[in-house]
């Protein structure tokens, strides 16, 4: 399955509505197909500026190795040094913290969908059901 | 005026339905703030894969630069050395072709939309219907 | 369609072989994935160290574009600036002078064949028959 | 002595069958030369897309330093600022975990296996496999 347009519009309209209701601040949500590009992001009204860079690398840090970015930072915290070397690999864009969510259909990954800008666990929490709402399965 | 989520959607969907209206290629389109910063961008389907860099490279020379990108294709005409030298200045994230498109709020420039997939008149052509159906004026 | 790592080697297995019988210079081909991602590569015994790049630039700029790389050659004799700037947006990572050949399934882009070596026609040459070989279609 | 692609080719395959009768998941490997260029390079079919850049920061880390990866992991876990340091010396292009081989003939390094794909120490087995199986001496 190839993620469409629409599947990722409604990812990341599921991701704000879901944060709106549980009083989240401002998010941002990108999607990034298979091979690891761009294919929709927004930045809520109120976010900080940057929000794209990390919204971008926890998505691509999650496509780009075949894990959550919950799972980079796992590893990040047991041998620091291999995550830093794996910015370094990939040109400084993995963000291994949690809201880099796998997008599966089965057991490929078709996509990911990357969250910012409450704590991590609300990101996830916002994206999980973002993605429930497109009718997508995460793996956070 | 501060561009908002809400104007930036309505300006990429007016894009995708004038492109669409007109028999062009499927499209991709990015709304900058006034900081030069990403607001929301979508590709459609059916799009090559990197087509973000292009959006975003026509908008973000446009916003930084306080030209639209077919002012920076004329300098590029005459003075190629100097555009080389802008792009190098900002990190290789300057494309001087026409479909970096000003938005402006009288004489000041509130951000940037960035269109891309079909020739680069049509591009502008598209934008420039998608940001007068969000309302807002464009200069191109 | 998703490229297999056993067509991406037959592919490159054919280039080689329509290089030998031709009597070109010692080929490297690789084969890029619909994102833009490496499959496989190869670089014969006797080419020069640096191959990787070329053939890797080459397949690049096709698949992220949407276009073989000898239109990315034609464009950058009209408008040198914008293929410089393309570089910049892309990393460095591209290459336009033909030898970029896409894979197609129907209109779909399924990847990229990238050749270097020889003379540019060439390599092309050489790619072509490399495709057909492990029944793919290419478009150079 | 030179490494020639055929003896590339059949370290990349013999690491794949070792893999594959381990019940290992997808690999990727990569031969880089003695100058630490690329010669040859597989990804298998279920691999996360993002695998060349490890591989290569293995076997880059490995050829360019003189020492296979597992050291360099050893030394990140002494002097983590030495092995972030070497990142930006060599561009971001070095990996400090196991998977990274030295090929040896004699006590001249005449180029470097990159493993990557299943855990760190399952890379280095099934290297050390694939390069037995190529009439190679590996130093892990």
Tied chains: 1, 2, 3, 4.
Excluded: C, W
Excluded at 102 to 107: N, P, R, S, V
Aim: net charge negative.
């Amino acid at each position: 399955m190839t993620l469409t347009l629409d599947q990722a519009r409604a990812a990341i309209r599921g991701t704000f509505e879901a944060g709106g209701e549980a009083g989240f601040k401002p998010l941002s949500a990108i999607v990034l197909d298979a091979g690891g590009n761009v294919l929709a992001f927004e930045r809520q009204d109120g976010s900080s500026p940057g929000k794209f860079a990390i919204a971008h690398g926890k998505a691509y840090g999650a496509v780009m190795l075949g894990m959550p970015s919950s799972a980079l930072m796992a590893r990040a915290e047991k041998q620091p040094y291999f995550v830093a070397a794996l910015n370094g690999a990939y040109g400084g864009a993995v963000i291994p913290v949690p809201g880099g969510i796998l997008i599966k259909d089965g057991d490929a990954v078709i996509g990911a969908l990357g969250v910012t800008g409450d704590t991590s666990d609300n990101d996830v929490d916002a994206g999980m059901k973002g993605l429930s709402a497109a009718g997508l399965t995460g793996e956070a």
